[in-house]
């Protein structure tokens, strides 16, 4: 039973060049024909996954601040007509820090919104322009306190380990971003993605990425800064008051249902994965034709759906709760989590167990890729 919708708005003003998101950039948008289209997608996952009330819902992007907000209240209001809202409800739109999507913050948060996601990315305006933000600081600050002025609460995110990046200049930086009062801090390292125009730029050498240890000094002085300040990291990049965490992205996680509904949206629900059609045109076509947008639903075997939610749990703090994951999925523990393994590096610090509870340590979030290639068995990944 599905307890969060993910809704994707695709659509930007600029595309970014280190993103590989699945956002594009259109002179116009016909909104009454993504209203009928995002409405009949969300009918469509309700008669499949329907019986529990939502938890979270997230607007994702692309852009959705750029949403009309008529349209965000249309959407709400037919999802809590189809499965109704739990008491408390989260929900959640991402959206750049600009002064003309500001302007809706007021109207998003009537139609229902009551978290915010701004993608604030860089406090200097040099590094937003490399960045390719249509924002600078001074703009970006003054629509994180209207933010803060009209929804419940305000996440931020940061972009971090930038070319030449120094850790005295990232600990002021985050330091100045602590002191915005957020409840919750997405604080990503730098990658270049294939495919963006970064990797181009790498490749022709415009500009060299970061050195592995520089970055994981900068990972480490993350962890330590937002912790002191009160905001953990309860998850490798995302940190927040207790009681302030993600509840949708939680959902994914803790690796519970959820419906996808939009271009290129992922579902989980009931055994089966679901992906929606990429390209907006197509999506549209889809959803014309056969009532919903999927491109592929597919049943995920036993143990593939282990090893997902192996690999997700073990990125929260939380860790997993090894002996209700074998029962939920009828394996073995062994089977999960290869004992010696984790004996080992729960010598060595990096792995900690409590009871059938099994995480990563602090020391251990740095190297999580490689350990997670250790602790979960290749079998189990490769079903």
Same mark, same amino acid.
Request: glycine share 8%.
């Given at each position: $039973?599905?307890?969060?919708?993910?809704?994707?708005?695709?659509?930007?003003?600029?595309?970014?060049?280190?993103?590989?998101?699945?956002?594009? %950039?259109?002179?116009?948008?016909?909104?009454?024909?993504?209203?009928?289209?995002?409405?009949?997608?969300?009918?469509?996952?309700?008669?499949?996954?329907?019986?529990?009330?939502?938890?979270?819902?997230?607007?994702?992007?692309?852009?959705?601040?750029? $949403?009309?907000?008529?349209?965000?209240?249309?959407?709400?209001?037919?999802?809590?007509?189809?499965?109704?809202?739990?008491?408390?409800?989260?929900?959640?739109?991402?959206?750049?820090?600009?002064?003309?999507?500001?302007?809706?913050?007021?109207?998003?948060?009537?139609?229902? %919104?009551?978290?915010?996601?701004?993608?604030?990315?860089?406090?200097?305006?040099?590094?937003?322009?490399?960045?390719?933000?249509?924002?600078?600081?001074?703009?970006?600050?003054?629509?994180?306190?209207?933010?803060?002025?009209?929804?419940?609460?305000?996440?931020?995110?940061l972009i971090y380990a930038r070319p030449d990046q120094t850790a005295a200049s990232w600990e002021a930086e985050l330091a100045q971003a602590l002191a915005l009062g957020t409840s919750h801090l997405s604080l990503?390292?730098?990658?270049?993605?294939?495919?963006?125009?970064?990797?181009? $730029?790498?490749?022709?050498?415009?500009?060299?990425?970061?050195?592995?240890?520089?970055?994981?000094?900068?990972?480490?002085?993350?962890?330590?800064?937002?912790?002191?300040?009160?905001?953990?990291?309860?998850?490798?990049?995302?940190?927040?008051?207790?009681?302030?965490?993600?509840?949708?992205?939680?959902?994914?996680?803790?690796?519970?249902?959820?419906?996808?509904?939009?271009?290129?949206?992922?579902?989980?629900?009931?055994?089966?994965?679901?992906?929606?059609?990429?390209?907006?045109?197509?999506?549209?076509?889809?959803?014309?034709?056969?009532?919903?947008?999927?491109?592929?639903?597919?049943?995920?075997?036993?143990?593939?759906?282990?090893?997902?939610?192996?690999?997700?749990?073990?990125?929260?703090?939380?860790?997993?709760?090894?002996?209700?994951?074998?029962?939920?999925?009828?394996?073995?523990?062994?089977?999960?989590?290869?004992?010696?393994?984790?004996?080992?590096?729960?010598?060595?610090?990096? %792995?900690?167990?409590?009871?059938?509870?099994?995480?990563?340590?602090?020391?251990?979030?740095?190297?999580?890729?490689?350990?997670?290639?250790?602790? %979960?068995?290749?079998?189990?990944?490769?079903?």
């Amino acid at each position: $039973m599905a307890r969060a919708l993910y809704i994707h708005w695709p659509f930007c003003l600029a595309k970014c060049p280190y993103c590989d998101f699945n956002s594009h %950039v259109r002179e116009s948008v016909d909104h009454a024909a993504w209203e009928k289209a995002l409405l009949a997608d969300l009918r469509h996952e309700a008669e499949l996954a329907s019986g529990a009330a939502l938890d979270s819902i997230f607007f994702g992007g692309g852009t959705p601040s750029l $949403m009309p907000p008529a349209l965000v209240a249309r959407l709400l209001s037919e999802a809590e007509k189809l499965w109704g809202f739990a008491s408390g409800i989260e929900i959640t739109l991402e959206g750049n820090p600009s002064s003309v999507e500001a302007a809706n913050y007021a109207a998003l948060a009537a139609a229902g %919104v009551n978290r915010a996601s701004l993608g604030l990315q860089a406090l200097d305006d040099q590094t937003l322009r490399f960045l390719g933000r249509l924002h600078g600081v001074a703009e970006g600050l003054r629509a994180v306190e209207t933010a803060q002025n009209v929804f419940d609460r305000v996440s931020i995110d940061l972009i971090y380990a930038r070319p030449d990046q120094t850790a005295a200049s990232w600990e002021a930086e985050l330091a100045q971003a602590l002191a915005l009062g957020t409840s919750h801090l997405s604080l990503y390292q730098l990658t270049i993605e294939p495919g963006t125009r970064f990797e181009t $730029m790498v490749r022709k050498g415009d500009f060299t990425p970061l050195d592995d240890d520089t970055c994981a000094d900068l990972f480490s002085l993350t962890r330590e800064q937002t912790a002191a300040a009160g905001l953990p990291a309860y998850e490798i990049s995302n940190h927040a008051r207790l009681g302030e965490e993600s509840r949708h992205n939680l959902t994914y996680w803790r690796y519970q249902d959820y419906v996808g509904i939009g271009p290129g949206a992922h579902g989980r629900r009931g055994g089966a994965a679901t992906v929606r059609h990429k390209k907006p045109e197509n999506w549209l076509s889809a959803v014309a034709a056969n009532g919903h947008g999927i491109a592929e639903s597919r049943v995920l075997g036993t143990r593939e759906q282990a090893a997902e939610a192996m690999l997700m749990g073990l990125r929260l703090r939380e860790g997993i709760d090894l002996a209700a994951m074998a029962t939920r999925f009828g394996l073995a523990p062994a089977a999960l989590l290869d004992p010696a393994k984790a004996e080992l590096y729960r010598q060595q610090g990096l %792995v900690w167990q409590d009871g059938t509870r099994v995480g990563v340590t602090e020391a251990g979030m740095p190297l999580l890729d490689a350990l997670l290639g250790e602790l %979960v068995p290749a079998e189990l990944v490769e079903a």
